[in-house]
């Protein structure tokens, strides 16, 4: 393996599955419990706000009973040990990067532990649970929102993301399925633009492992601490 001074790492549902955080479309998934037009879009919330709220309510309070694992932690390693960039581009709204110490992580589906008002735009850290009558504590009105991007919303820090995809010369992809775009979309990016190195693990083959130079499969939580001291020895 070569040094590496860029490096993106996408991570889905499948890096925090180890933690206890039930991810979309495993048996057991989330998804199988709550159709997702009952819970994740723009009409639910207005169809059902109660219920919608709800839901992210019971989601929110998950998230300190949950723990990183070892494959958080990993990244958390390289990103500390490395010399030279390294961002992590999460579909997750867990904060499990955040708390085994990753400090570059891009939210691009939101944030549980965030809440939105749709009137004033403010953005506020939120532990607790939200209701329909909760008072912006910006603006005092009763319009706050999960800061989550639902289905038919456009993702966050696109824009940032793309030039970090466009200059990368590692990325990884780990414990996404590729049914969602635009993330299932940025390996092709990145191999359409150059010569960097790909690298998919997952528990199996996801939708797009063929588009990827390289694949372990796998628990994310197994492969990454070994993945990682090699790029690591490499530097
Ligand atoms: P999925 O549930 O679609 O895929 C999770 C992937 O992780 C699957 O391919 C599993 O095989 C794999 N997996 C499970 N356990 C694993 C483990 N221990 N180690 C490694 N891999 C494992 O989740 P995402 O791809 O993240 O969007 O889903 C993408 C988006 O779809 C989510 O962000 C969410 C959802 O709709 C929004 O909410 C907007």
New binding site residues.
């Given amino acids: 393996m070569q040094q590496y001074r860029n490096i993106v790492i996408l991570t889905?549902?499948?890096?925090s599955?180890?933690s206890g955080v039930a991810?979309?479309?495993?048996n057991g998934?989330l998804w199988e419990n709550h159709r997702?037009e009952e819970v994740?879009t723009p009409e639910a919330f207005a169809a059902d706000p109660v219920l919608v709220h709800n839901f992210y309510n019971m989601r929110r309070a998950q998230l300190p009973n949950v723990d990183p694992n070892p494959?958080h932690f990993a990244l958390a390693k390289l990103e500390a040990e490395l010399d030279g960039g390294c961002t992590i581009v999460t579909?997750?709204?867990d904060n499990l990067h955040e708390r085994a110490g990753s400090q570059n992580v891009i939210h691009m589906?939101g944030e549980l532990s965030k809440l939105r008002c749709n009137v004033c735009l403010t953005v506020h850290d939120w532990e607790t649970d939200c209701f329909i009558d909760t008072p912006c504590p910006a603006c005092d009105q009763n319009a706050l929102r999960p800061h989550?991007?639902?289905?038919g919303e456009m993702p966050f820090f696109m824009d940032e993301i793309y030039g970090l995809l466009r200059s990368c010369d590692l990325f990884i992809s780990?414990?996404?399925?590729?049914?969602?775009y635009p993330?299932a979309g940025f390996v092709s990016e990145v191999m359409r633009l150059g010569n960097a190195h790909t690298i998919e693990?997952?528990?199996?083959p996801?939708e797009g492992a063929s588009l990827f130079t390289e694949c372990r499969h796998?628990?994310?939580?197994d492969l990454l601490p070994d993945l990682v001291d090699e790029i690591i020895m490499r530097d």
């Fill in positions: 889905g549902a499948g890096i599955a180890e991810t979309f479309r495993d998934g997702i994740a494959a579909q997750n709204v589906h989550i991007v639902w289905f780990i414990g996404t399925s590729g049914n969602v993330a693990v997952n528990l199996e996801s796998g628990k994310a939580g």
